[in-house]
Structure formats: structure tokens, C-alpha cells
């Protein structure tokens, strides 16, 4: 199976964003073109109206029909054209938008090499060195006692947490008995009872009956040993912590002697750097989004559309009783004048009736693309928050496969969901070192970019040794 890094993974998507994008812009120059075309065979139809009502209609009446026809002409053509350039100047701006994006995106696939070559070097200087100090004298004895203290620390700790567990269910009898509960809560016995003379008489008999002094003892002892053993815990816990810090501070003079500070210093600012190119990646996309938006209320299909407005607005008024009426005159009692005018009218609504067809069909087209390429930028996005940008991670689906699933999801075949379920599969998240704990102990933990950080837990490392949640470093130092 062929191999590819994780960066090249995701750049391969972003790159099919980008094509589907640009096929929308090339469907939207098509679909102003249509418009361009529909606005001229109106005006060439209403010429040929003019021409038949300049023949056949007086001249009171020929002003009348020409003055109503102009108007109605004048008024729909004037929103077409705003609409166009309002379509025209949007399609500039997300053009521009898109090569930002674009350019950020290629920006992030650099520096993101930066980076990775930058955490190659700082863990290879990290292997050799807990290599040579696997035979250092102070650093074998400093982490035997460390082993040692998380052995008892860990057993201590699961000793407590399964005591605190159970103490509900121990507590159940006591507390299922009313006449224990009772002398328990009024505190029978210490200093703290401030009941009568005559209740405490009572009560004795009633502790004497029921064999209250015992059972409270055995109570109190019952909370009390959870108590004592998460003081333990805690206190074995400190114990390791403190040799956890020692072992580090070997380790770290070990990483400083041969050379990790500048390693270190390369890793934080590549990742400064990563940092700075997702924040305008992000702000592009969100630019580029907008623009989506605004694009779409533009241009949208139907009645809402302006273009349709203004062309309705046309029609109609070429549809009046009047035209129609001249029309249909013209056309029952044919004069040489007329023929010219009755051709251009029926050859510019075969024509035209063709052009709106086209414009249905440009929309639809647009509409669709930009709902898949809407689906396979949320996938994306979901693989960015996986993880899956990390610089050293691997692919082992390969770009054959990677690019079938995109194809798929921009023709509407599948769902980005099986894009999730490609690179779920196939990304492997670079492979931890032998010791991914040598010189980071008792120091930060590493961010990671799938969130939290790289430690093997949230929590006290396990009896037998912490480990490393894989997650790539990204400086913060040993």
C-alpha cells in the first residue's frame, strides 16, 4: 500500500477545495454570460414589438404602446445590469479571496515541514542522549528509585481510589438503620449532644438495645480509613514527584550538555510560526466563507433572484393584451413591412426560451458544487481537529485513494463522512520514542494537536511506567 506524509494527506484535500472553487467561478462567469445573452434577446425582442407597433399602430396609439414598452425596458434592464455587477464584483472578491486562501494554505504546508524536520532533529538528540546515559552511574540509580516510587505510589493510589469506591456501598447497612441513624445524628455519646436529661435516658436504652456504641466505632473507622489511605497516597505520590524531579534535572543537564537548547529554540519558533500561518489560514477561509454567503443571497434561484425580477418584469410587459393583439394581427394578415418584425420576435423566444433553460441549468450546477465542495470542507475540518495535520503523521491510503473519496464527495456519490472513515483508517500519528518521558520529568508536558497534551495520561502515571499518547512535540522543552 502506497505511503504518503500527513501534511501532503491534507494538502491533497485543500487542493480539491480549491479546484471545486474554481470550477464554481468558471460556472459563474457561464451563468453571467447567460444573463448577458437573455438581457440582449429581450431587448431584441422588445425592438421587434417597436418595430411591428411602428407599421401597424396610429400615431396616438403607436406613442402610447412604444412610451410603456420603453419604460418597462428601461426599468428591468437597469436592475439587470446592477445585479451583474453586483454578481461581477463579488466574483472578484472571492477570486481574490481564494488566492489568499490558497497562498495561506501553501504558506502552512512550508512552515509545517519547518516543523517537522525541526521535532526530528530535537528527538533524535533526545534518543542519543538517553542512550548514553543508560550507562551513567548517578542516572541508573536516580531512576531505579524512581521506578521503585511509582511501583509503591501507584499501588497506594489504586489501594485508595478502590477504598473510596466501596465505602458507599459499606455505608448502606448503617444508614438503612433508622434507630442507628437516629442516635447518630443527635450525636449520642460526645460532648456535641445537647439533648435533656430525660431523651439522653432514653436514648441510652435505646444505644444499649440496639448495640449503638460498636456499631458507631465500626462507622467512624469505616470513614476513616479512606481518609488515611488517600493521605497515604497523596504522601507517596509527593515521594515520587520529588525523585520524578531529580531523575529530570539529570536528564535535562544531560540534554543541555549536548546541545538540545538551540533544538529547542528552532522547535518553538517553527511552531510560532505554524502557529501565525493557521491563524490566516483560518481568517481566510472565514473571509472566503462570507463571501460564499453574500454570493449565494446574490444569486439565488427562484422568484428571490433579481434577475428573474427584472426579467419577469420584461415579459410581462411584452405579454400585455396590447403586443399580444398586434402580434397575432400581424401575423393573420402578413404585409411585406411586418415579416422582418414577426421573425425577430419568434426566432429571439426560441432563442431565449433556450438561454433560461441554460440558466436553470447553470444554477443547479452551482448550487450542487457548492454544496459538495460544502461536504468535503467540513470533512476537512473534522480531520484538522483529529489530528490529522500533524506534521509528522503518515497516510497509508495513499493519493489513489484519497483522490476517489474526494471525487466522490464533489460529484454527490458519497458523503464526506467516508472521508472520516478513510483517514481514520489509514493515518498513523508519528511512533513515540523507547523513553518518551527521558528529560521531559517533572516539566510541562508538550502540547498536542489533538488537544490536552502528549503524556501517556491526565493523570498518575500507572504502576510500571508512564508512556506517550503519540502526539507530535511541539517545543516547551525537555
Known amino acids: ?48 414589438f417597436r418595430s411591428l407597433a411602428r407599421i401597424r399602430l396610429d400615431a396616438a396609439i403607436r406613442e402610447n404602446v412604444i412610451g410603456s414598452l420603453d419604460a418597462s425596458e428601461r426599468a428591468a434592464l437597469a436592475m439587470i445590469d446592477e445585479h451583474r455587477r453586483r454578481l461581477e464584483a463579488l466574483a472578484g472578491q472571492r477570486d481574490e479571496a481564494q488566492r489568499a486562501l490558497e497562498q495561506a494554505e501553501g504558506e502552512k504546508h512550508r512552515v509545517d515541514q519547518i516543523l517537522a524536520e525541526a521535532l526530528d532533529r530535537l528527538e533524535d538528540l533526545q534518543q542519543a542522549t538517553a542512550e548514553r546515559m543508560r550507562s551513567d552511574k548517578a542516572w541508573q540509580s536516580a531512576k531505579a528509585r524512581l521506578d521503585a516510587a511509582r511501583e509503591v505510589a501507584g499501588k497506594a493510589e489504586e489501594k485508595a481510589a478502590q477504598t473510596e469506591a466501596d465505602l458507599s456501598a ?36 435505646v444505644a444499649d438495645l440496639v448495640g449503638y456504641r460498636d456499631a458507631r466505632a465500626n462507622f467512624v473507622m469505616l470513614q476513616e480509613i479512606p481518609l488515611r489511605l488517600r493521605e497515604h497516597a497523596d504522601g507517596k505520590r509527593r515521594e515520587f514527584e520529588a525523585v520524578e524531579q531529580t531523575v ?50 446574490e444569486g439565488g434561484v427562484g422568484d428571490a433572484a433579481v434577475f428573474d425580477k427584472a426579467t419577469d418584469m420584461l415579459a410581462r410587459a411584452l405579454a400585455t393584451q396590447d403586443l399580444q393583439d398586434l402580434l397575432a394581427s400581424a401575423k393573420r394578415t402578413p404585409q411585406p413591412a411586418d415579416d422582418q418584425a414577426i421573425g425577430v420576435i419568434a426566432e429571439t423566444r426560441r432563442r431565449l426560451q433556450a438561454v433560461e433553460n441554460d440558466l436553470g441549468r447553470l444554477r443547479e450546477a452551482i448550487r450542487d458544487m457548492a454544496e459538495h465542495r460544502a461536504e468535503l470542507e467540513s470533512a476537512r475540518d473534522r480531520a484538522r481537529r483529529s489530528g490529522y495535520g500533524d506534521p509528522r503523521g503518515t497516510f497509508e491510503g495513499g493519493a489513489d485513494l484519497l483522490g476517489e473519496v474526494i471525487g466522490g464527495i464533489l460529484t454527490g456519490a458519497i458523503r464526506g463522512a467516508e472521508l472520516d472513515r478513510v483517514l481514520r483508517g489509514g493515518f498513523r500519528f508519528p511512533r513515540p520514542q523507547s523513553d518518551p518521558d527521558f528529560g521531559r520529568r517533572g516539566r510541562s508536558p508538550w502540547p498536542s494537536p489533538r488537544g490536552g497534551t502528549d503524556r501517556g495520561d491526565a493523570g498518575f502515571p500507572p504502576s510500571g511506567g508512564g508512556g506517550s499518547g503519540g502526539g507530535w512535540r511541539t517545543g516547551g522543552g525537555f
Request: hydrophobic residues 45%; aromatic residues 4%.
Open 170 to 205: 459499606k455505608r448502606k447497612p448503617y444508614e438503612d438503620d433508622p434507630l442507628f441513624m437516629y442516635l447518630w445524628r443527635r450525636r449520642h455519646g460526645q460532648s456535641e449532644d445537647t439533648s435533656g436529661s430525660l431523651v439522653r435516658s432514653i436514648d441510652r436504652w
Open 1 to 48: 500500500m502506497s505511503m504518503i506524509s500527513g501534511r501532503d494527506a491534507m494538502m491533497t484535500v485543500e487542493q480539491a477545495i480549491s479546484r471545486a472553487r474554481t470550477d464554481e467561478g468558471q460556472y459563474d462567469v457561464a451563468l453571467r454570460a447567460a444573463m448577458e445573452q437573455a438581457a440582449i434577446l429581450r431587448r431584441t425582442e422588445a425592438e421587434g
Open 248 to 297: 529530570g534535572q539529570i536528564e535535562r543537564a544531560a540534554l543541555v550538555a549536548d546541545g538540545v537548547e538551540p533544538l529547542e529554540a528552532a522547535v518553538a519558533a517553527a511552531q510560532a510560526e505554524v502557529e501565525r500561518a493557521e491563524a490566516e489560514v483560518t481568517a481566510a477561509t472565514v473571509r472566503l466563507a462570507a463571501l460564499d454567503a453574500e454570493r449565494q443571497a
